[in-house]
């Protein structure tokens, strides 16, 4: 079983940044696929980016060239970098696990861990 939990969402500017960190607890994430998902209100939950257990990334392609995935497995965390964010990133964010392999690994089915999400707001 893996424990999820999200930090660093919040309220910020068209065109600022925000660091979204997910730090992991009863397995390493060293054999896990790793994700982050986003939800707005009355649309599906969707993927943004994620390291596949290969270790291959991937973007989905709303957020490319904006978004920074990075996985660090010396203190079982993964960071999402969100830089020009616009109001349509607002969002509920979530971190997610998948102990299968999917490549790619961008859609919810992949995952079987997840956490219970944080809040990002991009308003002026």
């Known amino acids: 079983q893996v424990h999820l939990v999200e930090s660093g969402g919040g309220l910020v500017q068209p065109g600022g940044s925000l660091r979204l960190s997910c730090s992991a607890s009863?397995?390493?994430?060293?054999?896990?696929?790793v994700g982050w998902f986003r939800q707005a209100p009355g649309r599906e939950r969707e993927g943004v980016s994620c390291?596949?257990?290969?270790?291959?990334?991937f973007y989905a392609d709303s957020v490319k060239g904006r978004f920074t995935i990075s996985k660090q497995n010396a203190n079982n965390t993964v960071s999402l970098q969100m830089n020009s964010l616009k109001p349509e990133d607002t969002a509920v964010y979530y971190c997610?696990?998948?102990?299968?392999?999917?490549?790619?690994?961008?859609?919810?089915?992949?995952?079987?861990?997840w956490g219970e999400g944080t809040l990002v707001t991009v308003s002026s």
């Open positions: 997610a696990a998948d102990s299968v392999g999917f490549e790619p690994c961008l859609g919810t089915y992949a995952m079987d861990y």
């Open positions: 009863g397995e390493t994430l060293n054999y896990y696929g």
């Open positions: 390291v596949s257990q290969a270790g291959r990334i």
